[in-house]
C-alpha cells in the first residue's frame, strides 16, 4: 500500500503531458471513441469500396460529434478529387465525385475536431491546388538515402513482396490525411535494376497498399536501361529498337500496376545519361517515354536541374537549356523545375523558368529534407520559404502572375498540373530525424492542396495535433517555427550569399573551399566572389546578365543596388564593403548584424522551447532541446567562420558592441566531416 501511495504521488507530480511519446504518431495523435455515440452513412457507392471503407473506419474511431454521411455523387466530378462539407439537422454530409473525396473529406473533419474549430455555417468546399501532390524519395536500393537524414530507407527491398512493414500503411495514412496522393520511390540517380521483373513485384506490393489511399506510384529511371538492361547498343531516343524496349517495360509495368503513375527523369545533369549524348534535346528524350506512356495515362516528369562546367553562370544554364524547346514537349510530360535557380539553397530568388516557356507544362520542385539547412539537427519551418516562392510575382502575364499561378496554368494547356518535395522521411521511430522536420512534411502536403493556406495557419494546425491545444504553448512556439527559416538564412547566408556549405556534405560553413582540378560552380569563391572591394555574385547587365531572364519590371528592379531587395543583395549585386544600406548601415556591418542577429535568435529558440518543458512529454521535449543545443553551437560555428574569412577581405572590424568571435579561424578550416553525396 505504501508503495501504491508512493506511485500515485509522483505521478501526480510529474510534468503535464507525460505519456511518454516517440513522434511516431506524427500528426494523427487521434484518441479512440466509442461508437455507440453517432453513425456513419453511405450512399451512392457499394460500402466495400477500399477507399470508402477507410473513411468510415477512420470516422467510426476517431470521430467524436454528430452522425456524417458519405456520398459519392459523381454530379460533383468538379470537384476533382476534392469535396463539400455542409451541415443540417440530421448531421454532417461529406459529398464527392470521387471515393478519394470522401477519403479526404474525412481527414478534413477530424483535423477541424483535433484543433477545435467548428463547421462554418456556409458549406465547405475544397478543391485542390494541384492535381498531382508528390514526395519525391531519394531511397537506393541498397537501403541508404542522399540527402537523408533520419535514418535508412523506409523500402525494405531485401523483405518486400513477403514481408510487409507496417510502416508502408502509416506512411500512405500520414500522406493521404494531408492530400499528398503520389510518391516517386527512388533516387533521381536512378538504378536501372529497379525496372527488372524482381523489383516490379516489389513495387507491386507498395502500390498495392497505397491505393486505397489515393497514392500512385511513380518511379525515377535511368536514360540508359536500354543499354544496361535491355543490351542495345544505345539509348538513342530516336532509335526504334529503344523506343519498342521503352514500350515493352512500360506494358510490363501495367501489367503489375495497372495505376502506375509514370516516371521521373534526371537526365544529363551531374553525370547522368540522357538524350544530348546522342546528340538529341531533352524534348526528344522526354516525348519518347511520354509516347510510351501516353496509351496507359502514365506521365513524365522531367527534371529541369541541369548545369554543366562552362564559363556562364551556372544559375543561367537550365533557362539557357530549356526555352528554346518551348512548345516542343508533349501533353504529357511535365517539367519539374527547383524553386530557385542554383539548388534548394536558405534563400534564392524564383527560378526564371517559372516565368518563361508560356506552351510547357511545369511544376515546382521543393525540398524538404534539409540538405542545406542543418540536416535533422537544425530546426527550420519551411512553409514561410514555400509560400515565399508561390507568391512570388513572375510578371509572365503582369501583375497576378505568381509562381503559383503560373504553375496552375498547365490545365489551359491540356496537362494535369503537379507540385513536388524532396522527402525528408526514414526509417527513424519519429519519420524525419527531427520532430520539428514532421512539420514540413505536413506544410508541403497542406500547400500542395491549398496553396493560398498561410505558413502561420499550417504551424497552428500542425502544432495542435503534433503537441497540445494549450495556448500557452501554441503561441510561443509557433512564433519560434515562424521565426525560424529567417534566422537560419541569418546566421548562414544572409542578403543573398549562397552556396557557402562545405564541399559535398553541406554541412556548415566553408567559404574558403576550394578543390585542386574541381569544377569552380561547385566551390564557394565561385558564388561569394570577396574580394578588397567588396562582396557577391553580380548577375546585372554589367555582369552575368542572369537579370535579362526575368520578366519586366522584374529585371530592372533587380538590376539596380537601389531597388533590389536587401534580402537578394549578393545574389545579384557585387557590393562594396561601404556601400550603405536602408538602414544606414555599411554593407560590412550589416553583414555582421545579421550573422549576429541568427545567433541570437536560436538562442532565444532555447529559451522559449525550455519553458514549454511542463506542457508536453518529456521524451520529446528534450529530443528537441537536445537539437537546439547543436544548433546553437552550429550558428555559432557559420558565424565565426564567415565573419573572420570576409574580415580578411574588408579589413574592417566587426563591431565591438556584437559578440566576438569563440573559434579561431584557422582551427575552424581543420574541420573536415565525412563526404556526402550530391543529388
Known sequence: MRLNLFLFIVLCCLPQGVRSEDGSQLWLRFSKQERAGHTINIRGISPTDATITLAKEELLNYWNGVDVTLQLDRKHQRLKGGYQISQDP???????????????????????????????????????????????????LDGTIERGYAGHSLWKWHELPQKLSPRYEEYARANASIGINATVLNNVNAAPQLLEANYLIKVKALADIFR??????????????????????????????????????????????????????????????????????????????????????????????????????????????????????????????KNGPIDFQPREPFNPLFGAMHKTAKMLEFQLTQEYLGFSNHLVYLAPLFKEVLDDETFAYGVGSTVAEMTGRNRRLGSKTAIAAVANIGHDTNWTGHHFAQANWYAFGRLAWGNSLSAEQIADEWIQMTFTRDREFINPVKKMMLESREAAVDYMMPMGLHHLFAFDHHYGPEPWGNIPGGRPDWMPWYYHNADRLGLGFDRTIDGSNAISQYNLPLRNIYNNKSTCPENLLLWFHHVSWNYTMKNGNTLWRELCYRYDHGVQKVREFQKVWDCMEKFIDQSRFHAVQSKLRIQVRDAIWWKDACLQYFQLFSGQPIPYELERPVHDLEELKRIKLPMGHHN
Do not use: C
Open 212 to 337: 486505397k489511399y489515393g497514392i500512385k506510384v511513380y518511379l525515377s529511371v535511368n536514360f540508359s536501361s536500354p543499354q544496361i538492361l535491355g543490351g542495345l547498343p544505345s539509348s538513342d531516343p530516336l532509335n526504334k529498337d529503344v523506343q519498342h524496349w521503352w514500350r515493352s517495360k512500360v506494358k510490363q509495368i501495367y501489367r503489375l500496376i495497372p495505376d502506375f503513375g509514370g516516371f521521373l527523369v534526371k537526365a544529363n545533369s551531374e553525370g547522368q545519361p540522357g538524350p544530348q549524348d546522342y546528340g538529341r534535346t531533352h524534348a526528344d528524350g522526354a516525348n519518347m517515354l511520354a509516347d510510351a506512356l501516353s496509351p496507359h495515362g502514365g506521365i513524365v516528369f522531367w527534371r529541369a536541374f541541369v548545369y554543366q562546367p562552362t564559363k556562364d553562370d551556372r544559375a543561367k544554364q537550365a533557362f539557357q537549356e530549356f526555352v528554346p524547346l518551348d512548345g516542343t514537349f508533349k501533353e504529357n510530360v511535365i517539367l519539374q523545375v
Open 90 to 140: 440530421k448531421g454532417i454530409h461529406v459529398v464527392a465525385g470521387q471515393a478519394i473525396g470522401l477519403l479526404y473529406g474525412a481527414y478534413h473533419l477530424l483535423r477541424l475536431q483535433e484543433t477545435g474549430r467548428q463547421l462554418p455555417h456556409l458549406p465547405i468546399i475544397e478543391i485542390p491546388s494541384y492535381d498531382i501532390r508528390m514526395l519525391n524519395h531519394w531511397d537506393n
